[in-house]
């Protein structure tokens, strides 16, 4: 097959679906632009229903009403709920729920399930961290015993907030470094170590016994010494008791794919740790296969082998995409993505007009599959 052009590749492919040998840089087996793909009107909430996989979006854009709940049935705030944002003058203590109750309210009257996210997250006031925390802990005499408590009862008062709309916490978000293999020194973890982990998994439990809690990190590789690090402090947890539910995986897909056996690797560990695993934030740049002959079709391909291991994985609760269409998506303002790449990162099942993509059949196949 090595040197067949695409477009005899294309009409092969209508008959049959996968290609056994290609040239390395074409990387995808299907093509999930045939009408073929097009012609089943099952919605991927239906399609992922049969595994039991809930498939969530991001409601923070205008066009979320026209596709929720007819292809969704979970849905994440994107910001709303970050502690930072919910802050009256960003004063700790002090909150207005006016945005994440509207965004909840609808979503929850949707009949759709709503996810928290999220409750502790160490980094920049941009991610919702509560900046006047650091001038609190600086002066107090009992940094240990007033983070602690600044901690639980922002879990409180979250947790009691939404009992019975939110069923699903993203506990703790990104606790590892951005790209080293340890523990990010945010203020939490200078002052308490991995216990401020510990501790807010515990205080959600007191809080509510009901709701699900995950731990929420974006892995680059999933074998690497961070991987391996990650896993560790999750096999700790569980041994103590601290009482986790299972892994939140954002897995953002911005430089290059991720192996797709490493990815079957770290699922099965924690499958092995009795935990189960959501993909909290799910997204795929189309410049990550600029070396395809139609990174379409390798992006497409890639939702497609990702969805399917996450079927197979057996533990896999729900996938959510981190926004609905290519017009808005986070990467568009965000450095350095943005600037030369702006509107070419296009990392979304729909398309700036809303039509559904190679990338949404493709990742819908994989449930039909199933
Ligand atoms: O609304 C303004 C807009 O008026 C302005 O033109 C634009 C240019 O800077 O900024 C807009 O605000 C941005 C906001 O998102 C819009 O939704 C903020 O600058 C920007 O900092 C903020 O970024 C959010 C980011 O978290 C930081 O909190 C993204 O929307 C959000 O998608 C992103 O989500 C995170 C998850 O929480 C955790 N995992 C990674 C993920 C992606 O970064």
């Known amino acids: ?36 793909y097009g012609e089943n009107m099952t919605s991927l909430k239906e399609a992922a229903g049969k595994s039991g996989i809930y498939i969530g979006t991001v409601p923070d854009d205008s066009n979320f009403s026209k596709v929720l709940p007819s292809e969704f049935n979970s849905a994440t705030a994107g910001n709303a709920m970050k502690w930072g944002k919910l802050l009256v003058d960003k004063k700790i203590g002090e909150y207005d729920f006016t945005t994440a109750d509207r965004i909840t309210d609808y ?69 590892m470094q951005v790209f080293g293999p340890k523990f990010a020194n945010y203020t939490f973890y200078n002052i308490l170590g991995t216990d401020y982990i510990k501790d807010a998994f515990s205080y959600a439990r007191e809080a509510d016994s009901d709701v699900k809690l995950y731990l929420n990190e974006q892995f680059f590789d999933y074998k690497d010494k961070r991987a391996r ?74 939702y497609y082998k990702i969805a399917k291991s996450c079927v197979q994985s057996g533990i896999c609760e729900g996938i959510t995409i981190w926004g609905i269409d290519d017009a808005h998506n986070w990467y568009d303002f965000t450095p350095p993505f943005n600037g030369k790449t702006k509107g070419e990162n296009a990392p979304l099942l729909f398309d700036r007009n809303l039509n559904k993509k190679p990338a949404y059949y493709g990742f819908r196949q994989a449930f039909l599959e199933n």
């Open 1 to 36: 097959m090595k040197g067949l052009g695409l477009f005899s590749y294309n009409s092969l492919a209508s008959t049959i679906k996968t290609v056994i040998s290609k040239p390395e840089s074409v990387r995808y087996n299907h093509d999930f632009s045939l009408p073929e």
């Open 107 to 175: 979503v929850v009257n949707q009949g759709c399930r709503m996810r928290g996210h999220v409750l502790v997250w160490g980094r920049t006031p941009n991610g919702g961290y509560p900046a006047e925390l650091d001038g609190i802990i600086k002066k107090s005499a009992t940094p240990k015993e007033d983070i602690r408590t600044i901690m639980k009862d922002h879990i409180n008062v979250m947790l009691s907030h939404f009992k019975g709309r939110v069923t699903n916490w993203d506990v703790v978000n990104e606790p």
């Open 229 to 302: 690090n990650f896993l560790t402090l999750v096999k700790e947890m569980v041994t103590e008791g601290i009482p986790i539910y299972g892994i939140g995986l954002q897995h953002h897909i911005m430089y290059n794919e991720q192996s797709i056996e490493d990815f079957d690797w770290f699922l099965g560990q924690v499958a092995e740790m009795g935990l189960k695993v959501e993909l909290t934030e799910l997204d795929i740049r189309k410049p990550v296969f600029k070396k395809s002959r139609n990174p379409e079709l390798s992006q497409a391909e890639a």
